[in-house]
């Protein structure tokens, strides 16, 4: 008999946000993880929001048993001046649906001492999957010495590796909500793998692929087919794109399932100053330098997202009951790059 693998026991931390609300229903569907517990951080919306959106999603998908744990309302370095993108994703972050607010309330524990305590109980076993700026996880890694070792991986959306930035030319939205968190997430020797928008902007859910979605009766289905509408918008304005990129569904995924994903390794920096502050750089030692600061440590990034969308469809289909397998040819025929 095959030996039974235990699921892969993950945190969320989250800053919901549309996209934030398809990769927790992701994640909740996927029997390979174990959802053990959502931190939250500010980025789509202020960590307040954040936190009672979390426990509002826990709710819809019947899951009040997961600890939500608060987290900074402020960046690693104390500033308070915060982006937050309510353009994007609704004043209340989840597509202006005013829904009621939650019964539940958060954890005493900070996010990052749950995030501290958790990969000590756990050690190596624990993995992050970090969907909005890195506040949380810098502020581990500074409360415990040993958490870089103790986690096991840190999975995070954010970057944008050799293109362009979606908040400007330079940086990627994630990095830029605290680029002093992100270099020291990525200096931390904990094993880091980064889901750039180099990488998602290739794993779009188009309008017809929300048509098919909206067939089904499934509970996930109707909710994210609700909320969906702002975030159509958005990226219609912004990008002049029919379709919406599934940003933090795919760093899911690579938790659910790693054999999707192909890395290259490198050293990255953030960095931290000027106008090009939040931008993301991989040194990937194709050519051999000899740094005088020995502390760089090797990242990996996710490199290709050929399967993605097929991957991501198969296992929402156990909620959408629809049947999306003929697409994974015309994915790997390589629509996604066109
Ligand atoms: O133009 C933008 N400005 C700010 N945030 C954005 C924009 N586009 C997407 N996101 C949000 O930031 C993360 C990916 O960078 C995702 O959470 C996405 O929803």
Known sequence: MAAETEPKKIIIDTDPGIDDAMAIFLALQSPEVEVIGLTTIFGNVYTTLATRNALHLLEVAGRTDIPVAEGSHVTSTNGTKLRVADFVHGVDGLGNQNFPPPKGKPIEESAASFLVHQAKVNPGKVTVVALGPLTNIALAIQLDPEFAKNIGQILILGGAFAVNGNVNPAAEANIFGDPEAADVVFTSGADVLAVGINVTHQVVLTESDREKLA?????????????????FSYHREAYNVKGVYLHDPTVVLAAVDPSLVTCIEGIVRVQT???????????????????SNASFNVNKLLEDAMFLIWSWLRNLEKDFNIHFYQWSSQIRQGFLYQ
Do not use: A, E, H, P
Request: hydrophobic content about 35%.
């Open 215 to 231: 067939s089904s009766n499934g509970k996930f289905v109707q909710y994210l087919n609700k909320i969906l509408d702002v975030y």
């Open 273 to 291: 100053s000027g106008i090009t502050r939040g931008i993301t750089i991989l040194y990937n030692k194709q050519k051999s330098i000899i740094f």
